[in-house]
């Protein structure tokens, strides 16, 4: 079960129908089972209108509603009410967003510039045996002379 956009350009009509999940969204539906108009103000009993009877029936037949039909069907006490999901970062504003996502970003690139610079100042210090290896060379050249 779910929402089938009509209407007109930025006043949308909602149908509530039974459809195949392979079908488009405005396109083939099996049957229609209500409408939900949300240009209307939420205490008007003409927002959202349904076939009770038919929505039991199609729960029973194993019918999934998407998380929008389920919501209006559990404020109408057809179905219980959905889980609340956790979305931290809706109580946050868009620009802020954006801001804690670059910021989030760059803590990474932080992270892997310094164990970059660490191999460097080991590779540092592995030069300094080198150099110390080269005059221990030396004294084995020394050696077989």
Request: no cysteine; glycine share 8%.
């Amino acid at each position: 079960m779910r929402l089938s956009m009509g209407g007109t350009k930025k006043r949308p009509v909602y149908k509530i129908v039974v459809a195949d999940s392979r079908f488009p969204r405005d396109g083939r539906f099996i049957e229609k089972l209500g409408f939900y108009n949300p240009l209307l103000p939420k205490d008007k009993k003409e927002r959202i209108g349904f076939d009770s009877e038919r929505i039991k029936y199609w729960l029973g037949q194993g019918a999934q509603p998407t998380t929008r039909v389920a919501r209006l069907l559990g404020e109408n006490d057809i179905m219980p009410m959905p889980e609340k999901g956790n979305n931290p970062q809706k109580a946050i504003p868009k620009k802020d967003r954006k801001k804690a996502d670059e910021g989030g970003e760059a803590k990474p690139e932080e992270n892997a510039s310094k164990p970059a610079e660490a191999p460097k100042e080991e590779a540092k210090p592995a030069e300094a045996p080198k150099e110390e290896a080269k005059p221990a060379e030396s004294p084995k050249e020394e050696e077989k002379k």
